[in-house]
């Protein structure tokens, strides 16, 4: 069987871990690109003297020539600005959406059947760009945010509690923007409601952090925002597509009705598997987490109509 191939679109510091856990994981040889000259060359060459150690033997090549992404399998985009302390995603809006439509463009042209998944920020515009430019098929144009959202929601779960992760299940939908929404009737621990185990002020004050869970991190970094857990959620995203795992994550995708909305690009479950994103899960929300996914859902449209302007500029 022949191997797979993923392109790394932007060799920063998400673009450089994604390649790591890629080799590490023996997922397929992998091509690193970004404009930087040199950059993604040197990482690559890196990452490969990696192998002999690790026990790999992966490719790994460094380019700025989007001719050599051609016939990926996977594409993980980062190409773009990341935030610093002060900014909200949003501020990266103009900026990101061109460099997203050039690299949307080169996608198309050199990798048209690859399962694309799309990590830039404010990521909700950014994978609807994504989407319309390259004018792939719904099910192979996805964003990566949910996985993320929820690993923090179940991080601050496990640290409150002392228990363990893999005995905490959460899921984090709406926007990835500050009103993203932790959907606590679905959080349990061991399968008990998460409301039995935590008191109100406590489970708020855990969900506010994990909605500010990107800026926390921001404030901490101070020249960058995470990069390890972001690289982990995507590679999982892109292990499920390529293994054909079937796996539900909660993953930015394209809604035609579902949860009452259609057109727009907003964090639900999805079932993802060899047919990239094959399902949207419906999940039972109370009236205030539905008003909660209504208001995130709303901003996801502004941020999308602002995205459209610059796009057409
Ligand atoms: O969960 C999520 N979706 C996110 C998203 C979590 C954390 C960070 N998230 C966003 O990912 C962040 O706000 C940024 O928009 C992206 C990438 O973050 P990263 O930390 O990897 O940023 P870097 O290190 O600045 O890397 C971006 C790279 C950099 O090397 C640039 O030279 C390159 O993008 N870049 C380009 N590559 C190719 N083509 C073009 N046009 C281009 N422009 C910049």
Redesign the pocket.
């Given at each position: 069987m022949a191997r797979k191939k993923l392109a790394m679109?932007?060799?920063?510091?998400?673009?450089?871990t994604l390649a790591h856990l890629s080799l590490l994981k023996g997922l397929g040889d992998v091509v690193l690109?970004?404009?930087?000259d040199g950059?993604p060359q040197g990482k690559a060459l890196d990452l490969q003297e990696s192998g002999p150690i690790e026990g790999f033997d992966y490719k790994v090549t460094g380019t700025n020539d989007m001719a050599d992404i051609s016939g990926a399998d996977v594409c993980i985009v980062?190409?773009?600005?990341?935030?610093k302390p002060g900014m909200s995603?949003d501020d990266?809006l103009s900026t990101?959406v061109k460099?997203m439509k050039?690299?949307a463009e080169g996608i198309k042209k050199n990798a048209p059947g690859a399962f694309v998944i799309?990590?830039?920020?404010p990521?909700d515009a950014?994978v609807t760009t994504m989407k319309k430019v390259t004018g792939f098929a719904k099910n192979m144009v996805v964003?990566?945010?949910g996985v993320?959202?929820s690993a923090r929601y179940r991080t601050f779960v496990s640290m409150e509690l002392d228990v363990s992760v893999a005995s905490i299940s959460a899921i984090v939908l709406g926007g990835?923007g500050d009103d993203m929404v932790p959907v606590r009737s679905l959080c349990h621990v061991g399968g008990v409601p998460i409301e039995k185990l935590i008191p109100n002020d406590r489970l708020e004050a855990i969900e506010e952090r994990t909605r500010k869970g990107?800026g926390e991190i921001v404030n901490l970094l101070k020249t960058?925002?995470?990069?390890y857990?972001?690289a982990s959620?995507a590679i999982r995203m892109a292990e499920a597509y390529l293994h054909d795992k079937k796996e539900v994550l909660p993953c930015a995708a394209l809604l035609e009705g579902e949860y009452g909305v259609d057109g727009f690009y907003v964090g639900v479950p999805v079932q993802i598997g060899a047919g990239g994103v094959e399902k949207v899960v419906e999940v039972d929300l109370t009236d205030s987490e539905k008003a909660m996914l209504d208001e995130s859902v709303s901003h996801v449209r502004e941020l999308v109509d602002a995205a459209e302007k610059f796009l057409s500029a």
């Open positions: 679109i932007g060799a920063g510091a998400i673009g450089g690109y970004d404009v930087v950059m980062t190409a773009g600005l990341a935030r995603r990266l990101n460099i050039e690299i799309v990590i830039t920020n990521l950014m964003g990566q945010a993320l959202d990835h990107g960058g925002s995470a990069f857990s972001p959620a």
